[in-house]
């Protein structure tokens, strides 16, 4: 009797509601139009069509005030069971952190997209067991089988962006092929991508670093309450990914929208209390900056810009030793 009613509320309150406000735990299961759903644990829904080619995983929620990205799982999830589209892929749709996401923040003890790389020394924190718990999962749904693998972990920026949709691309070793990745960005229209130098220990890292998973980091716009995203500018994304897990065969060409590409030129690693940046607060991600100009102050000492950088992603409020900023260039290919 429990499926029957996990399955008639998931039928009212949907993969969200079901997430947020009802406590079934553990796994259920249950099969509509030919697929067989495997709810895990709340946030974590496995789809398996009756046939497939690939595997992907589409992720959001990692930090729990970006709502866009959840609103948008939640959106695929109802599409799919309203027949919207035809699934010809096996999927996770993941909401990864549900009590950051009924507190409002974007995290409760640490930044959950710091701790997947196994290693990572127990902290006690709330995320930790929250990354360990993902990690399990996801090698579960990578494990065995042929086809593509696919990770598009989706979070909404904390400021501003030249781009309203750009992409982080993890550095693996050996690489992995670009090709795919860019076709997917090109078809969602995601305007740049920056390509990583090192690892990074986020949640694409870890699908790309541990499974050879075409994977992504992809920021949508920027942080709002739920209600009060618009899903007008995330639509041409969010179309991709229907088109990545539909039963057409999905192309590898490079669609006609560039996606402009950057890399890693600096870290600025914040080595001291006294660091500093001298813009304001609100400089927007991809804000190019003149040679030479001071962007950042530690002892008193000025941090200058080099020719063609650009700033992403500055936070001056980090533990010490920890990124405060990267300065990106643009490349070619
Ligand atoms: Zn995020």
Known sequence: MQTASFVEQFHALGFLGITLNTTFSSPQYFSLDGCDFVYHQPGILEVIPLHWSQRV??????????????????????????GKYQLGARVLFII??????????RFIDTNLNRLFEREVDDDGSLEFNIARQLDSVV????????????????????????????????????????????????????????????????????????????ALTVELGRVARFGENNHQEIKSFKAALVALLNDAPFSLEQGSFKVKQYRVNRVLNKQDDSFRFVFPASTANFTLFDGGEVIAYE??????????ERL????????????AALLVVEVDN
């Open 139 to 214: 090698s579960n749904f990578f494990f065995e089988g042929e086809g593509l693998k696919w990770h598009l972990d989706v979070h909404s920026a904390i400021r501003d962006s030249k781009y309203f949709a750009f992409a982080v691309r993890p550095f693996t070793e050996p690489e992995i092929a670009k090709q795919p990745l860019m076709s997917l960005l090109s078809k969602g229209r995601v305007s740049a991508v920056l390509h990583s130098q090192s690892p990074s220990s986020t949640f694409s890292w870890y699908s790309a670093h541990y499974h050879q998973a075409n």
């Open 299 to 308: 002892h008193e000492q000025p941090i200058s810009s080099q020719i063609g």
């Open 312 to 323: 992403i992603f500055p936070n001056a409020n980090v533990p010490i030793g920890q990124r």
């Open 96 to 105: 990864a952190h549900p009590q950051a996401i009924q507190a409002g923040k």
């Open 57 to 82: 995983v589409i992720s959001s929620g990692i930090h729990g005030d970006e709502t866009a990205p959840i609103e948008m799982v939640n959106q695929l999830v109802s599409e799919l069971i309203q």
